[in-house]
C-alpha cells in the first residue's frame, strides 16, 4: 500500500512540475487522476475502494472520498492522501467563496447538530476552514450582514443565532473587524453604521448579539479619549452626537459613553484650579443664560461640577471671595448674584460655614467683613442680601451667650458697641441684638426675684457718674426694666 502511496505522489509531483504556470485546476486535475488510481483498504468491510474525485465541488459531495472522510480508522498513508485532496477542495471552496451550508453538507456534517456537530471527525477540517474563512471575508472587506448570510445565520433569532456553532466565527469576524476600523481611525458612530446598528431601537440594539463587541470598543475609546485628554465637543462628534441635542441626544444609544467621558472630567476639573466659567467654556455653554442654560444638556455637568467644587471649598474653610470667584460670582451685581443658577450653592456655602463661624467664636466684626459688610453703614446693612446670613449668626451667638451667663458688658465689647452711645449705638447695625440679649437678661432676673440695686450692679450703672449714666445703653433699659410690671420685682 505503501509502495502506491510513493508512486502516486511522485506522479503527482511529476504533474506539477511540468509547467511553472500550472494553474489550481491544473493540480486539481492531476490529483484527481492520480486518486483514481490508488486503492484503499476498508477495514470494515475488508473489500477495496477507489478514490473518485470530479472537478466539480458539487458532485464531490456525494462522491466516495467525500464519504470516507467521516471514517476514523485509515491508516496514515490513506489519511496524507486525503488530507492532501481535502486542502485542494477547500481551496477551491474558499475562492469560489462557499457558504457555510455548502461545507456542511461536503464535510457530512449537515445532519448533525450541538455536541454531535462538533465532535464529529470532520469538524475539525469544517473549523479550520471557517476560521480561514474569516480572513478572507476580513481582506475582502465584506460587511457583517454579507457574513451572516455565508454562515446562515439570518434564518435564526435569539438564543438560536447565539447557540449556532457559526456564530463564533461570525463573532471572530465581527471582533477583528472591529479592530480593523480601529487601526483605521474610524469613530464609534461610523462603526456602529458599518455594523448596521445605527438603526436599531434602544431594545433592540442590546438584544442584537453583536452589541457587546461594539459596547466594548467604545467604552475602550472613552478611556482613550480621557487619556487624551479630547474636548466634550470632540467626544460628541465622535459618538455622532454633535447635531443631536435634547431628549435626541440623551435618548441616544451612544449619550452613555458621552455621558461616562463627561462625568470623568467634572470629577476632575472639580479638584483643579478650573473656575465655573472655565467650565462653561469646556462645556460649550458660556453664551447662554436663563432657560436656554439649565435646558442645555452639558448644564447637567456644569451643576455636578459647582456642587462638588462647593463641597471641596467647604474642607477647604476658603474665603467667600475665593468661593465668588471659583463659581463665577466674583463679577457679578448684587442683583445677578441671586438670580445666578450658583447662588444656591453659594447661600448653602455661607449656611454650612456659619455654625463653624460659631464653634471658632469668630467675632461679629470679622463675619461681617467674611460677608463683604460695611459695618459703619449701620442698620442700612439690612437692605443687603449677604445680611441674612449675619443675623442667623449673631441669633445663634446671643443664644449661647444667654447659657454662658455673660454680663452685658462682655455682650457689648463682642459687638463692639462698648464704645458707642447715644445715636451712634442706636445707629449701629448691632444694637437690635444687643437691646434683645438685655431684654432676656433682664427678663431672666425678675424671675429670680434679683433685687434692683443687684441689678443695676449687674448693668455696670451703680458707679457712673450722672451724664454718662444717662447716655450708657443700659440705663435705658434699665429705666424701661423699672416701669415693667412691679410684680415680677422683688422690690
Not at 467654556?281 to 467644587?309: H, M, P, Q, R
Not at 448684587?334 to 443658577?341: G, H, V, W
Not at 433699659?477 to 422683688?490: E, H, M, V, Y
Request: aromatic content about 12%; charged content about 25%; overall charge neutral.
Amino acid at each position: 500500500m505503501g509502495l502506491v502511496i510513493v508512486v502516486a505522489a511522485l506522479l503527482f509531483h511529476h504533474v506539477i512540475c511540468a509547467g511553472a504556470n500550472a494553474n489550481e485546476e491544473t493540480i486539481v486535475a492531476a490529483t484527481d487522476l492520480i486518486y483514481n488510481q490508488v486503492s484503499l483498504t476498508d477495514s470494515r468491510n475488508s473489500g477495496h475502494r477507489f478514490l473518485s474525485v470530479d472537478n466539480k465541488a458539487d458532485d464531490w459531495i456525494d462522491s466516495p472520498a467525500a464519504k470516507t472522510l467521516e471514517y476514523d480508522s485509515r491508516d496514515n498513508d490513506e489519511r496524507v492522501g486525503l488530507s492532501s485532496i481535502l486542502n485542494m477542495r477547500m481551496k477551491r471552496w474558499s475562492k469560489a467563496d462557499k457558504p457555510a451550508e455548502y461545507i456542511q453538507k461536503a464535510l457530512r456534517l449537515n445532519k448533525l447538530s450541538g455536541t454531535a456537530f462538533t465532535s464529529a471527525y470532520n469538524f475539525r477540517y469544517y473549523d479550520a476552514y471557517m476560521d480561514a474563512q474569516v480572513l478572507v471575508w476580513l481582506k475582502n472587506d465584506m460587511s457583517v450582514d454579507d457574513v451572516m448570510f455565508k454562515l446562515g445565520l439570518e434564518k435564526l433569532a435569539g438564543a438560536d443565532v447565539l447557540n449556532s456553532p457559526n456564530f463564533r466565527y461570525y463573532s471572530d469576524f465581527v471582533i477583528k473587524r472591529i479592530a480593523w476600523w480601529e487601526r483605521d481611525g474610524f469613530s464609534p458612530y461610523e462603526v456602529m453604521v458599518k455594523l448596521g446598528l445605527n438603526k436599531l431601537s434602544e431594545s433592540a440594539l442590546k438584544a442584537n448579539p453583536i452589541f457587546e463587541y461594539f459596547d466594548n470598543f467604545v467604552g475602550f475609546q472613552v478611556g482613550s479619549w480621557i487619556d487624551k485628554k479630547l474636548s466634550v465637543s470632540e467626544v460628541a462628534t465622535k459618538l455622532g452626537l454633535n447635531l443631536k441635542d435634547g431628549s435626541a441626544l440623551t435618548q441616544s444609544p451612544n449619550f452613555k459613553y458621552y455621558d461616562r467621558f463627561a462625568k470623568f472630567f467634572v470629577s476632575n476639573w472639580a479638584y483643579s484650579d478650573l473656575t465655573a466659567d472655565d467650565v462653561a467654556v469646556k462645556l460649550g455653554i458660556e453664551n447662554l443664560s436663563g432657560i436656554a442654560l439649565t435646558s442645555s444638556v452639558n448644564y447637567k455637568y456644569y451643576d455636578d461640577f459647582v456642587k462638588e467644587k462647593t463641597r471641596i471649598l467647604e474642607r477647604k474653610d476658603v474665603s467667600l471671595s475665593a468661593v465668588k470667584k471659583a463659581l463665577g460670582m466674583d463679577k457679578l451685581s448684587i442683583a445677578e448674584l441671586a438670580a445666578s443658577p450658583n447662588y444656591k450653592y453659594y447661600d448653602n456655602y455661607i449656611l454650612n460655614r456659619i455654625p463653624v463661624w460659631v464653634k471658632k467664636d469668630i467675632s461679629p466684626s470679622s463675619v461681617l467683613k467674611q460677608l463683604g459688610l460695611d459695618e459703619s453703614l449701620g442698620k442700612a446693612l439690612e437692605a443687603q442680601s449677604n445680611f441674612k446670613y449675619y443675623d442667623a449668626y449673631v441669633t445663634r451667638q446671643m443664644s449661647i451667650w444667654l447659657k454662658k451667663d455673660l454680663t452685658p458688658d462682655a455682650v457689648l465689647v463682642k459687638l463692639n458697641l462698648d464704645k458707642f452711645s447715644g445715636d451712634a449705638f442706636t445707629d449701629s447695625v448691632n444694637a437690635e441684638y444687643y437691646n434683645t440679649f438685655l431684654s432676656s437678661k433682664l427678663y431672666s432676673w425678675a424671675m429670680q426675684k434679683m433685687p434692683l440695686s443687684d441689678i443695676e450692679a449687674k448693668l455696670g450703672l451703680e458707679k457712673l457718674p450722672g451724664n454718662i449714666r444717662r447716655i450708657n445703653p443700659n440705663y435705658q433699659a434699665f429705666k424701661q426694666f423699672k416701669r415693667a410690671d412691679k410684680s415680677l420685682i422683688n422690690l
